[in-house]
C-alpha cells in the first residue's frame, strides 16, 4: 500500500463530516464554570469567558456518545471516573491541535545554522517537542536538520514528542498525513521523507519509517511533574503557553528550565514571550531563548561567591 514517492500525487476528495446531530443541549453558565474549573485544574488551560460556544462545541460529541442530556451528566461522570479515562476524553476534545510543517520556520533555520553546528561534537543530539500535537513539528525538525546534514546526523539524531492528547499522539505515531498537510513542504522532500499511499490509502503520505525511528512519543501534561526526563540541550515549546492561566504558565516555564541544559535553548511560538517568567532565560530572538551558562562558584573561605551577578 505504500511505495516511494515518484510521479504526480493524486488528488485527495474528504467528505464533510455530517456525524453531528443539531439537537443538542446548551452549556448553562454553571455548567461552563465546571468545565472551565476542572480544565484549569488538571491541565492548566484558561478556558475563558466568551468560550462558552467552542466548549460546547467541542463536547458535543462526548455527550452523544454518553448518551448524556446535558453537560453537568458529563461532568459528574469526569469526576467520579477513577482511571482517568474519561479526562483524558475530556483533554482531547477540549484542546487546540492547530499545526503545520515547517510552523515558524525561522525557528528550524536557528536551529540548523546556530544551534546544531554547536552541539556537533555529541554523541547524540536530543531535542523534546514538548507540545508536538500531531507530530509536524517534530517531523519538521528532523526534516530540516537531515535536509541540511545529511546521514551524518541520522545515527545520533534523539527526538522526544510529547503532548496532552492521546488523540493526537496516535496520529503523530501513525505518521500519516494528508497531501493536503504537505502543501508548504518542498516538492522533492515528499520523495525524500515520505511514502506515498496507494490504493485505500491514495492521497496520504507517510513518514519514511527510518526518520520515525528518530522520534519517541510519550504523552506528558506539562502541568504535571516531568523530572523522569532528562536535561536538554533543546526545548521547542511553542504555541501552547498561550492557552494556560498565568497561574499554570508561571509554574510551567521554571520546570521547563529546570529540564534545560546550561546554555541551552528554549523556542516558543512567535507571538509568545517569555520574558520576566524565569531569571535563567536570557532572550536571544523572537521566540528564542537561551538558558544562562551555570554559575561558577568561587570560594571564600567558608563563603562561595559567584561571578555572574545573576
Ligand atoms: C496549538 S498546538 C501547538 C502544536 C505545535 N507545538 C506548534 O506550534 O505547531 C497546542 C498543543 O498543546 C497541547 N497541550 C495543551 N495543554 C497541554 C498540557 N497541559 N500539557 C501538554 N500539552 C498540552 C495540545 O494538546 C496541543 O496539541
Redesign the pocket.
Known amino acids: 500500500m505504500w511505495r516511494t514517492c515518484s510521479g504526480p500525487p493524486p488528488v485527495m476528495l474528504q467528505p464533510p463530516d455530517l456525524s453531528l446531530s443539531l439537537e443538542l443541549p446548551e452549556i448553562t453558565p454553571a455548567e461552563f464554570a465546571q468545565i472551565q474549573q476542572l480544565a484549569r485544574e488538571k ?3 484558561d478556558l475563558k469567558p466568551g468560550k462558552e460556544k467552542l466548549v460546547e462545541a467541542r463536547l458535543w460529541r462526548l455527550l452523544r456518545q454518553g448518551g448524556y442530556k446535558n453537560f453537568h451528566q458529563l461532568y459528574r461522570d469526569i469526576i467520579r471516573d477513577t482511571t482517568g479515562e474519561s479526562l483524558i476524553a475530556l ?1 482531547d476534545a477540549l ?6 510543517f515547517l ?2 520556520a525561522e525557528h528550524l533555520e536557528f536551529l540548523a545554522t546556530t544551534v546544531v553546528p554547536a552541539l556537533w561534537d555529541r554523541p547524540t543530539i536530543d531535542i523534546w ?6 507530530g ?2 517534530v517531523y519538521s525538525i528532523a526534516f530540516v536538520l537531515l535536509e541540511r546534514f545529511g546521514h551524518e546526523i541520522e545515527t545520533r539524531l534523539q527526538l522526544l514528542g ?4 492521546t488523540r ?1 499522539l496516535r496520529y503523530a505515531e501513525r505518521a500519516i498525513y494528508p497531501e493536503s498537510r504537505l502543501a508548504n513542504l518542498p516538492p522533492n522532500w515528499l520523495q525524500r521523507f515520505f511514502l506515498r499511499g496507494h490504493g485505500r490509502m491514495a492521497g496520504y503520505y507517510k513518514v519514511r519509517p527510518e526518520i520515525c525511528r528518530l522520534v519517541k512519543f510519550e504523552r ?4 504535571e511533574p516531568f523530572d523522569h526526563l532528562p536535561r536538554f540541550p533543546v526545548i ?1 515549546c ?3 503557553l498561550i ?2 492561566t498565568p497561574e499554570a504558565r508561571s509554574e510551567c516555564v521554571p520546570r521547563l528550565v529546570d529540564r534545560l541544559e546550561a546554555g541551552g535553548y528554549m523556542f516558543t ?1 512567535l507571538a509568545e514571550t517569555l520574558s520576566g517568567t524565569d531569571a535563567r532565560l536570557a532572550y536571544v530572538q523572537p521566540g528564542v531563548y537561551r538558558k544562562k551558562p551555570a554559575r561558577k562558584l568561587r570560594r571564600g573561605g567558608n563563603d562561595q561567591w559567584s561571578d555572574d551577578g545573576v
Open positions: 491541565f492548566g488551560l483533554i484542546t487546540t491541535n492547530v499545526t503545520s510552523r515558524e517537542s514538548c507540545a508536538c500535537a500531531t509536524e513539528e510529547s503532548d496532552i492528547s493526537a506528558i501534561n506539562l502541568v521547542f511553542r504555541n501552547v492557552y494556560f511560538g
